[in-house]
């Protein structure tokens, strides 16, 4: 500490010369040689300088045990105050709030230290009697498409964009002349021609349909064990 405030102390000193006097070289401290550094730094340690003492200027505030202090207190002591703390706590004064509380309703917390039974019975009465909410207030016009309310479709884009449907002319096909002693020769339907890439967008497109349901199927029969331990439960404690 003592080597740092003797270090920037040349800098300091020529910051309150005037602009015009700049110096930009390094002080001489950063030139002295290891050797001396190290004898310096012995005498600032046997017989360090004789600095008057610190006048303080606030009142000191009281912040208890500092974390330094809490970290070199043998382990049965800090045991010895968990336990004085929960059988006696410290009796602190009542919070003065100094503005209004606001209703948050319940925390996060609190929320999911409830049992699984109590969630359970939460959303089926909020199946059977939902909250009351008010209109919301939609600003742009909402998109309703087909039979939306009673199934999930992929729908396609030409049906969701709002621009007028361009219709591409279709590829002229090479026309073949046949005399009239050879029958025409059977022309077999054109194959339409699938990458890799859609041929893969499929295949796992119908792996993750696949997977959903089974995925539904395992929570339905959850929740409907959950359901039949729940009533077994009323009724054997009933």
């Known amino acids: ?21 700049l110096e ?7 030139t002295v040689s290891l050797w001396r550094s190290l004898v310096l730094n012995i005498i600032d340690r046997i017989a360090p300088e004789r600095l008057p003492p610190l006048q303080v200027t606030s009142k000191p505030v009281h912040v208890g045990l500092m974390v330094g ?17 929960v059988v006696s706590p410290e009796m602190l004064p009542p919070l003065e709030l100094t503005s209004s509380p606001v209703d948050v309703g319940e925390l996060l917390g609190d929320e999911i230290a409830h049992p699984w039974w109590d969630s359970l019975l939460g959303n089926l009465r909020d199946r059977l009697s939902p909250e009351r909410v008010a209109p919301l207030e939609l600003t742009s016009p909402p998109f309703a498409p087909w039979e939306a309310d009673t199934w999930l ?40 021609a699938f990458s890799q890439e859609v041929l893969a967008a499929q295949m796992q497109f119908k792996r993750d349909i696949s997977r959903s349901r089974f995925r539904q199927k395992i929570w339905i029969s959850l929740v409907a064990a959950q359901v039949a331990f729940l009533v077994f439960a009323i009724v054997k404690l009933s």
């Open 69 to 85: 202090d809490l970290m070199e207190m043998p382990w049965y002591r800090t045991v010895f105050t968990n336990i004085a703390d």
């Open 24 to 30: 930009f070289e390094p002080p001489e401290e950063l």
């Open 153 to 192: 479709q992929i729908l396609d884009w030409s049906s969701l964009l709002d621009t007028p449907k361009v219709y591409l002319p279709d590829t002229p096909r090479a026309e073949a002349t046949y005399s009239a002693a050879e029958p025409p020769p059977e022309v077999a339907p054109a194959v339409p």
């Open 1 to 21: 500490m003592i080597w740092w405030v003797r270090a920037t102390l040349p800098i300091l000193l020529s910051l309150r010369k005037p602009m015009n006097n």
